[in-house]
């Protein structure tokens, strides 16, 4: 019987492994066509992208403090702070023994860093050049990382906590999420190392790797017997996650 079940328990596992497998793909699949278009379209696209950086910068050059105030913020939500935190997120979901939402969480960081990586090389734009630039970045533009991981970090761990927060917890969650990844996207824009194009990218991406991953998992839960549930509203796991709090 013990071996019964854990054969059924890996089984599930797998299966669960195969279709976040599957869903990262398919959100790979979804920036193709929108990098396609910021190629096809690239005149057009850097008519908006200079005008914004050229008046961004301006106001960059005369307001220091406020400059010095956007290079602190944009590096306190920058890429690996939210690295540490979703791993930090996943490794006490080990601990209170949820591990299919730990690989969850983990998955779609990865894959929504590897895809922004390959995408950075395979559209290759290069970041604003800008007379007495107030902040340099290394490597290509598109899409900003600091963007794409503000909005896999702020939405992992969001979808992660909505099962034990209130309706108006949600709310103010999901507030303070748009808000990170719009002040986020906009320090990156105003510091002249991307392109509104490079930030709106990385929503883009971002927003889509999560949709992928969270509706495989819920299309995993239904298979394994458990109710339906909605994502945007009671989390990846709802069952999971209520039964660790509840443990507290």
Known sequence: MRRQWLRARVDR???LGLRLTIASFAAALVMIPFSLLLVVAKMPVNGLDAQVARELHAYALAHPD???LLIVWSELF???PWRVAVIAYAAWLLYRGAPRLAIWAVTTMVVGGLIGLALKIVVARARPHLPDPVALAPGDSFPSGHTVHV???AGVIVLLLLPVLSRA???VAWAV???LVLSVGYTR???GVHWVSDVAGGIVLGAAVIA???AAFETWRREQGRRPASPLAEGVEPESVKVMHDQN
């Open 189 to 191: 824009i105003a510091l």
């Open 169 to 171: 917890g949600r709310i």
């Open 13 to 15: 596992d797998r299966s």
């Open 212 to 214: 992928a991953t969270a």
């Open 66 to 68: 406020v400059t010095r």
């Open 78 to 80: 920058g890429p690996w």
């Open 151 to 153: 909005t896999l970090g």
């Open 177 to 179: 999420a748009g808000f």
